[in-house]
């Protein structure tokens, strides 16, 4: 049985950093990444990592603030947010898939976690 299980979530205040983690079991995939998606808007995709780690895509948004890594020997993937702002604010998703190539799409990929609540004060 597939599961993504997110970890990391939380308050802070504008300005901080946190870090999501994101444990997949059951496989392995070629491609994992973070979406969000905030009260009363759609799923947006938030970054993107291939298995090498060479495949690194970032929305406009968060380029230069978030950084994603996986660590392929635990099965997980990571999203490191520094200078976090108010707009931030959003339920993250881990999701994951077996193509070499990623999309934006959310209806592309295959499997989906729980979400974890992220909430950035003003």
């Known amino acids: 049985q597939v599961q993504l299980v997110e970890s990391g979530g939380g308050l802070v205040q504008a300005g901080g950093s946190l870090r999501l983690s994101c444990a997949a079991s059951?496989?392995?995939?070629?491609?994992m990444g973070w979406f969000r998606q905030a009260p009363g808007k759609e799923r947006e995709f938030v970054a993107g990592?291939?298995?090498?780690?060479?495949?690194?895509f970032y929305a406009d948004s968060v380029k230069g603030r978030f950084t994603i890594s996986r660590d392929n020997a635990k099965n997980t993937v990571y999203l490191q947010m520094n200078s976090l702002k108010p707009e931030d604010t959003a339920v993250y998703y881990c999701?994951?898939?077996?193509?070499?190539?990623?999309?934006?799409?959310?209806?592309?990929?295959?499997?989906w976690g729980q979400g974890t609540q992220v909430t950035v004060s003003s």
């Open positions: 990592i291939g298995w090498g780690g060479d495949s690194i």
């Open positions: 999701a994951a898939d077996a193509s070499f190539v990623f999309t934006v799409i959310p209806r592309t990929w295959d499997y």
């Open positions: 059951g496989r392995t995939f070629n491609a």
